[in-house]
């Protein structure tokens, strides 16, 4: 059983910062992508950043150069820091992580974070 554990969220003024956290725990082989999805009240969750296992990273425009994922595979961990908040990045927060387990290839996601950035 893979779990996905995240943490980091919160309250913060607009030009804020924050630093979310995903841990994946469980019995796997290896993690391939990682990422960070969006969903704010009435919209459709969107991908806000992807970084793959050779290190290659995607942003979604509206978070370049102000949001930088990394990952630490020592840790099966991905981080996302959130700098320069706008109150449009007010939304609940999701890791996904494409991992290799004896089940195959299966995308797990965490609970969710609310990020809130006040104005």
């Known amino acids: 059983q893979v779990q996905l554990v995240e943490s980091g969220g919160g309250l913060v003024q607009a030009g804020g910062s924050l630093r979310l956290s995903c841990a994946a725990s469980?019995?796997?082989?290896?993690?391939?992508?990682m990422g960070w999805h969006r969903q704010a009240p009435g919209k459709q969750r969107e991908l806000v950043a992807r970084?793959?296992?050779?290190?290659?990273?995607y942003y979604v425009d509206s978070v370049k150069g102000r949001f930088t994922i990394s990952r630490d595979n020592t840790k099966n961990t991905v981080f996302l820091q959130m700098n320069s908040l706008k109150p449009e990045d007010t939304a609940v927060y999701y890791c996904?992580?494409?991992?290799?387990?004896?089940?195959?290839?299966?995308?797990?996601w965490g609970q969710g974070t609310q990020v809130t950035v006040s104005s």
């Open positions: 469980g019995t796997f082989f290896s993690i391939n992508a």
């Open positions: 970084i793959f296992s050779g290190g290659s990273t």
């Open positions: 996904a992580e494409d991992i290799i387990s004896r089940l195959g290839l299966t995308t797990y």
